[in-house]
């Protein structure tokens, strides 16, 4: 299994960007996704999961009502959509896949892809 993500940039507080991980390889239409982040000197944490059928979704508090997941099974992507972001939502975003939801949110997904940055300025 294969994770490309893109979209990372540099936008101003209050702004908006839309990251998206291409999936490849067997198995993928049945796994969950997910987003986790790395900032500068901390850990990675959980962002956002989706479940297989895309019936269920997790975000972290710090995102919640900010961020949207979501996925298109028939592109065979994961997007997140980041609006009124916060410099502290500056990090290195990896996406990760896993044949169980839950375990998404549990930092030990399977496969995980190489990241993309965003920058927040204040």
């Known amino acids: 299994v294969q994770l490309v993500e893109s979209g990372g940039g540099l936008v101003q507080t209050g702004g908006s960007l839309r990251l998206s991980c291409v999936v490849s390889g067997r198995g993928i239409t049945t796994n969950a996704r997910g987003w986790y982040r790395q900032a500068p000197t901390k850990e990675r944490e959980f962002v956002a999961a989706?479940?297989?059928?895309?019936?269920?979704?997790r975000y972290s508090e710090s995102v919640e009502g900010r961020f949207i997941i979501s996925r298109d099974d028939a592109e065979n992507t994961v997007d997140l959509q980041m609006t009124n972001l916060k410099p502290e939502d500056t990090a290195t975003y990896y996406c990760?896949?896993?044949?169980?939801?839950?375990?998404?949110?549990?930092?030990?997904?399977?496969?995980w892809g190489q990241g993309t940055q965003v920058i927040v300025s204040s």
């Open positions: 990760a896949t896993d044949l169980f939801f839950d375990t998404i949110q549990k930092g030990h997904p399977s496969h």
């Open positions: 989706i479940s297989w059928n895309g019936d269920r979704t």
